[in-house]
């Protein structure tokens, strides 16, 4: 049973435009959530990452957003870049409980020059 | 400084044949990870380690095998190779309780045929 669910496998923007990926979770023990990009033929590297103390937390383009009434989270890439294209992961875990990270199944990103 | 490093990139095994998949860090990280990833699938972990001589399963165990005799290393044993064992292995690392991310290797592909 998938904990954590990535609904969309696809997705194409613009370049310049906002990119939205969406993640939702079931269960609610969760408070920890990563967001991880992969290239192919590549390891997933880390991206930007929330606690569930927070609702949104900002790193340059890239911007997490944590609705946990909802039990969704979502990334947004703003403005998207070709180079932006790849693999988006979604991952969740109890704080500081690393034993047991759940991944969501991915969200492959094509940003159109 | 190199992270988390997989050998080999790429390997075919037939049916039954064993293998080793080797994985090594130069982080001095405590926490060390095995993920499988298959087509169109988040990661499942297979197998954890939260320090040399401790070993623990993760979601996905069966027919695999770990040990932990240092800090920096890692491998997977698969004893008699089948075809569901045909995907992408993921080692990673990371040190627990800081809110430090996963890191992650480039992946050994596997294909069992």
């Known amino acids: 049973d998938q904990q954590v669910k990535q609904n969309s496998p696809s997705l194409s923007v613009q370049e310049g435009r906002i990119s939205i990926l969406n993640c939702d979770y079931t269960?609610?023990?969760?408070?920890?959530f990563l967001w991880y990009k992969k290239y192919p033929a590549e390891g997933p590297t880390f991206l930007i990452s929330i606690s569930s103390i927070k609702d949104k937390n900002e790193d340059g383009r890239f911007t997490v957003f944590l609705n946990k009434s909802a039990k969704h989270l979502s990334l947004h890439i703003v403005p998207s870049q070709p180079g932006d294209s790849a693999v988006y992961f979604c991952?969740?875990?109890?704080?500081?409980?690393?034993?047991?990270?759940?991944f969501g199944s991915g969200t492959k990103l094509n940003v159109k020059p | 400084n190199a992270g988390v490093t997989q050998t080999p990139k790429f390997r075919i095994l037939k049916i039954g044949q064993s293998m080793t998949l080797q994985c090594t860090q130069d982080?001095?990280?405590?926490?060390m990870y095995w993920y499988r990833q298959d087509p169109g699938m988040g990661l499942k972990l297979i197998y954890y380690s939260v320090g040399a001589g401790i070993t623990d399963k993760g979601e996905v165990p069966n027919g695999y095998n770990v040990s932990r005799s240092t800090t920096e290393d890692f491998p997977l044993r698969l004893e008699l190779a089948a075809p569901s064992q045909t995907s992408v292995y993921f080692c990673?690392?990371?040190?627990?309780?800081?809110?430090?991310?996963?890191?992650f290797g480039n992946g050994t592909r596997l294909t069992v045929t």
């Open positions: 991952a969740a875990s109890r704080t500081y409980n690393f034993n047991k990270f759940y």
């Open positions: 990673a690392s990371s040190s627990p309780g800081t809110g430090d991310p996963l890191h």
């Open positions: 269960n609610s023990m969760f408070d920890y």
């Open positions: 982080m001095n990280h405590n926490y």
